[in-house]
């Protein structure tokens, strides 16, 4: 049985001020069956690993270098991050990919370097509203998921987390239907099982784009989704501790 990940994704947004308020706010999450994550910008994830891992909340990066070490100005690598104690890092958000045009290849490459350090990678993949309304959707992140699962071991696919979030739906407000969710969720499932049936049963494949508690519980009771990569909701401890609340 797949166990939920609830993930917030604070993107740049945050101040030390507001770090001890998500403290001072959290509430008993004893209740809640699942995991939780929050991935900070930079300069606060050693506060936030300092404040949040005693309350049970993981501590994850938003993005790391596809390089180990080097004149890279600007960059951290996937070792600095596993040296300050962090846990996991998100990659290939469709910001990043967007703004950056970062590619798959890109992508892989930063995986590569999470995976060689201990960190977990939570790997998104997601189509536009164009692509969408162009009938690719399934081919978008298909070829997403392809570029990633086939280039590294068993082994190594077993640490991955991955994320669906349609870019059409993230800051938008707009959600995708519990059912839309649910068929690309089982789309990038069955597309796991043509690499290995047991990495498909095991893979968690989390759903973001405007998750809020109040979408979070119908589209969490999908057979497909294990939990969210969560955005704006992640940003206050009460929202936050709803969505998982609104599982129970």
């Known amino acids: 049985m797949r166990r939920k990940l609830i993930a917030g994704n604070w993107k ?46 993981a501590v994850g990066a938003q993005d ?92 190594e696919l077993q640490q991955l987390i991955f994320a669906y979030e349609p870019v059409w739906a993230i800051g938008t407000g707009l959600t995708a239907t519990p059912e839309q969710a649910q068929a690309v969720h089982a789309r990038l499932r069955a597309s796991l099982a043509e690499r290995s049936e047991a990495l498909a049963v095991e893979m968690r494949i989390l759903y973001g784009g405007s998750v809020k508690a109040e979408n979070s519980a119908a589209l969490f009771a999908m057979p497909d989704i294990d939990g969210g990569l969560v955005g704006g909701a992640s940003l206050t401890a009460q929202d936050f501790l709803a969505i998982g609340h609104s599982m129970e």
């Open 12 to 57: 740049m947004h945050g101040s030390l001020a507001d770090i001890g308020t998500f403290v001072d706010g959290w509430g008993d999450a004893s209740k809640v069956d699942a995991d939780w994550l929050v991935c900070g910008p930079f300069p606060y994830l050693p506060e936030l690993i300092k404040r949040l891992v005693p309350l049970g909340i």
């Open 64 to 155: 790391c270098s596809a390089q180990a070490s080097g004149a890279y100005t600007g960059e951290v690598s996937a070792q600095m991050l596993a040296d300050i104690g962090v846990s996991h890092v998100i990659l290939g958000h469709s910001e990043r990919r967007a703004y950056h045009q970062e590619s798959d290849a890109l992508v892989l490459a930063k995986v590569k370097q999470a995976l060689a350090f201990g960190l977990t990678p939570v790997v998104c993949v997601g189509e536009t509203l164009v692509q969408r309304e162009a009938g690719e959707t399934d081919a978008v992140v298909v070829a997403q998921l392809e570029a990633i699962i086939h280039a590294l071991t068993d082994a």
